[in-house]
């Protein structure tokens, strides 16, 4: 199918998210999904790395005062270019175990909102950490491609992609962005949505996993039909006292929680289809609207979406790893994508 090169390149793709990193090697498909988290400690002004990916994440929030766990990714883009590149460096070994291998070509998907200087930081890190070529896609494309979408006909599709940071919505056609807008807004969002909601309205402090475990267990973006759903209980610190409580949250005050980020995300599709051609509008009438990324699994967001937007909204198969399978085939069909791959050389 690719050929013999093909097969034993060791090309890459790799979807680096805030939240997780997904690398795609040609041939093979999808072998490293890590959260994009890594463990540092600083000795004489140096940072020396101690764990990435499931281990650091373990970490977060938990750390003595003498290491650091961070995500060195924030709204799709770098954050901290040092951290970042380490990280990079390990996920690429990781994957390519046998040092024999040239170097690979590596195609990696950005936001579409994404800077000249933030897709230069990308590049350099990916250059950096082994690299034969670097070169960028944009992520509503990737995550197009990854969805299935029919985006090489001269008909409109509509993508919602929901990633850590970042909501890209994007209207395609004949494979390239009629439309994009990229929106700060996403699964971390979200979580803030609930840790700020949980201290006003429950005097409860609760870290970062715990909101994040009560969004992907009982997350929703609509009222529940009986005004209460599903209960969960949960752990964090009493801010009255000080003192451990334990407290249980409904999906009815997880849906008033996650009610702004949601609201951002059906206004940022409204935006789109006001901004999108009318004959592609009208393909999009006719197709409805592909959501793909983690946030797409929020409980009831395609009916949220669907109430708003009048709208058939669809969820992707394997809505996680769109972005990822979407930037692998990218590699594979470099040829009919090349209008939209940046390589810079």
Do not use: W
């Not at 003595?64 to 380490?86: C, H, L, N």
């Not at 175990?97 to 070509?105: G, I, M």
């Amino acid at each position: 199918m690719f050929g013999l090169s093909g097969l034993f390149s060791s090309d890459m793709a790799i979807d680096l998210g805030t939240a997780n990193t997904l690398v795609y090697v040609r041939g093979k498909g999808i072998i490293l999904n890590e959260p994009s988290v890594v463990a540092y400690q600083v000795k004489d002004g140096q940072k020396k790395a101690l764990a990435f990916g499931e281990d650091a994440k373990l970490m977060l929030g938990r750390t003595p005062g003498s290491i650091q766990a961070i995500r060195p990714m924030r709204d799709g883009v770098i954050a901290d270019f040092d951290v970042a590149e380490e990280m990079i460096k390990h996920f690429i070994r990781k994957v390519h175990k046998r040092t024999t291998f040239s170097k690979p070509k590596i195609l990696v998907c950005v936001p579409h909102g994404a800077t000249p200087v933030e897709k230069r930081a990308i590049r350099q890190s990916v250059l950096s950490a082994g690299a034969r070529r670097a070169g960028l896609i944009a992520e509503p494309i990737a995550a197009a491609i990854g969805a299935g979408m029919p985006i090489t006909d001269p008909t409109g599709s509509m993508v919602v992609d929901i990633g850590g940071g970042t909501t890209e919505v994007a209207v395609l056609s004949l494979a390239d962005i009629v439309y994009a807008r990229s929106v700060r807004v996403g699964g971390d969002r979200m979580d803030e949505g609930i840790i700020s909601y949980l201290r006003r309205q429950h005097n409860l402090l609760v870290g970062e996993a715990t909101a994040e475990r009560i969004k992907t267990t009982i997350g929703t973006a609509r009222m529940p039909d009986n005004g209460r759903g599903a209960v969960m209980s949960i752990r964090g610190r009493d801010l009255l006292n000080g003192v451990p409580k334990e407290t249980e949250i409904n999906q009815a005050q997880v849906a008033e929680a996650l009610s702004e980020p949601v609201q951002q995300i059906c206004e940022s599709v409204m935006n789109a289809l006001e901004a999108t051609p009318p004959d592609l509008a009208a393909d999009i009438v006719d197709r409805g609207v592909m959501l793909t990324g983690g946030g797409a699994l929020l409980g009831d967001l395609d009916l949220a979406l669907r109430e708003q937007t009048g709208l058939a909204i669809s969820v992707a198969d394997e809505s996680l790893n769109c972005v990822a399978l979407g930037t692998g085939k990218s590699l594979e069909y470099e040829k009919q994508l090349a209008h939209v791959i940046d390589y810079e050389s």
